[in-house]
């Protein structure tokens, strides 16, 4: 059987998977819009917010108590694949890097793991709303992972 924290950097690398893949098919422009209509952040600046929370997380976690939010990106390089991409790489190795470090008694450091997968997780959901209502078509991985409707 294999271990809880073996389970989790799984599910981290597949998370990172899915980000790396809609960055890899997504335009500067797309990454630059905004759900019409509605008040919204941009696609990148979704992405910046889990480049952060990343970022954010492990230091936390690593600290015992929270130390700010920083993200490893600027607000101008939230239309910059490569950037955003360099970015998913080097914060991904970070929380893998962490998450084997992990000790089964190590309660605060598996509590800031996951909710830091569950904000993950809280970002495809919202960004599956966005390409949707941009009009955006979604990678094969998204479309696999959440069997997503390839008509829509």
Not at 8 to 23: I, K, M, Q, S
Not at 79 to 90: E, I, Q
């Amino acid at each position: 059987m294999a271990s809880f924290t073996a389970v989790l950097a799984r599910r981290f690398d597949r998370a990172n998977v899915l980000y790396t893949d809609l960055v890899d098919a997504l335009s500067a422009e797309q990454l630059g819009s905004r759900l019409p209509g509605l008040p919204s952040n941009t696609i990148g600046g979704q992405l910046w917010c889990v480049l952060g929370a990343r970022e954010s997380y492990v230091r936390a976690a690593r600290a015992g108590s929270w130390q700010g939010f920083t993200s490893p990106v600027t607000h101008d390089e939230t239309t910059d694949a490569a950037a955003l991409r360099s970015a998913l790489d080097s914060t991904s190795a970070v929380v893998a890097e962490f998450v084997e470090a992990l000790g089964d008694d190590d309660e605060d450091g598996m509590t800031y793991a996951l909710a830091l997968l569950e904000h993950e997780t809280q970002h495809h959901g919202q960004l599956i709303r966005y390409l949707y209502g941009l009009g955006i078509r979604r990678p094969e991985s998204w479309q696999r992972q959440y069997a997503l409707d390839e008509d829509f």
